[in-house]
């Protein structure tokens, strides 16, 4: 198959693309290549023109879908927004509703435990970015404070939204949603005046 300049890799990217989506949305095990390059209107041999396996597919998704959305927490930060507002965003009815289009891990992180080490890898370095932004959006703390209560407080975030999913579209799962984000503002809130203790025996 021959290509014009740029449609390779126009046709890769519709693909990680396709696949990011279904996988969030259906589970990696439950979407097959040929299921996949049928909602990408290709055929499954040119599945192999732009991937070694689907694995090789799986490790591309992760890059992209956690590099966006560290993009979009990072310019929220950038902006201005406080801790409430990009909590609030993440752990809102409408991320809960739509997993295709939100946070890899929330949907994928159960499943990528059990892919091989390579594809843990991949989520491993996109997390640790994740949690860098994390605690550069928190309001004070050292760098090795604000990771710690950042690795909290994104465990209590991706549970939360798990958790939520798993309950269903209805007032419990709005429940849990809103004691979701609740217990994160607590969370950095009661280490401040540890922090500033600290500061201050200091």
Not at 70 to 94: C, N, Q
Not at 117 to 132: K, N, S
Not at 137 to 159: D, K, N
Request: net charge neutral.
């Amino acid at each position: 198959m021959r290509y014009r300049k740029g449609q390779r890799e126009e046709t890769r990217q519709h693909i990680i693309d396709v696949a990011a989506r279904r996988f969030r949305e259906d589970g990696i095990a439950a979407a097959g290549i040929a299921g996949l390059m049928a909602d990408a209107g290709l055929t499954n041999g040119a599945f192999y023109t732009h991937f070694e396996s689907k694995e090789d597919l799986v490790r591309e998704t992760l890059r992209e879908t956690q590099e966006r959305r560290r993009t979009m927490v990072e310019s929220a930060i950038d902006d201005g927004a406080d801790v409430e507002t990009w909590l609030r965003r993440y752990l809102s009815p409408r991320h809960r509703d739509h997993p295709g289009d939100g946070c890899v891990a929330s949907a994928l992180v159960a499943e990528i435990a059990r892919h091989p080490e390579a594809t843990r890898d991949v989520f491993h370095i996109g997390y640790e970015r994740m949690i860098a932004i994390i605690g550069r959006g928190l309001p004070f703390g050292t760098s090795e404070q604000r990771h710690a209560v950042a690795l909290a407080l994104y465990g209590l975030m991706i549970g939360t939204l798990q958790l939520a999913r798993a309950a269903g579209k209805n007032a419990e799962s709005d429940a849990i949603l809103e004691n979701g984000v609740q217990a994160g503002l607590k969370l950095v809130e009661t280490d401040r005046p540890r922090r500033q203790g600290r500061s201050a025996a200091g």
